[in-house]
């Protein structure tokens, strides 16, 4: 090595588990990867049915091609992401539906008894 030259490498770990990567562990054997996973679908971006929509059309197209291509198997492994993607819409939106009639049942109780509230207070 020459006096003065500046090194431009990173020089190598000398830990016994540096071909491990950094923050995995072994402690679970997989399964808090595989449900974190399945939470972060379930909480993630999933959720907004236009998505939702665009993934249930583009299997749907995709099943299509492959039974032109006359893949049987490809195009019903199509047609279950389709029908996955819709069903997780459906709840979707009748949850959106729920929470959209309770706000508006609260809405209306605060109102009437806003109302309510408002004709005894001036008769006094």
């Known amino acids: ?12 770990t000398h830990n016994k588990h ?19 996973h399945r939470n972060n679908f379930r909480n993630g971006n999933s959720k907004n049915p236009q998505n939702l929509e665009r993934l249930v059309e583009k299997y749907r197209n995709l ?28 709840e979707v939106n009748e949850n959106r539906l729920k929470n959209n009639n309770n706000t508006n049942e609260e809405i209306e109780k605060t109102s009437k008894e806003e ?7 001036e008769k006094k």
Not at 18 to 36: D, E, L, M, T
Not at 115 to 121: L, T
């Open 18 to 36: 540096s071909s491990r990567r950094v923050g995995h562990s072994n402690k679970n054997n997989g399964i808090h990867q595989i449900n974190s």
């Open 115 to 121: 109302n309510n509230s408002s004709p005894i207070e």
């Open 63 to 90: 099943a299509k091609e492959a039974l032109s291509a006359g893949d049987e198997v490809l195009n019903q492994n199509y047609l279950q992401h389709s029908d996955h993607f819709s069903r997780i819409l459906s």
């Open 1 to 12: 090595m020459r006096n003065g030259k500046i090194r431009r490498f990173r020089p190598r």
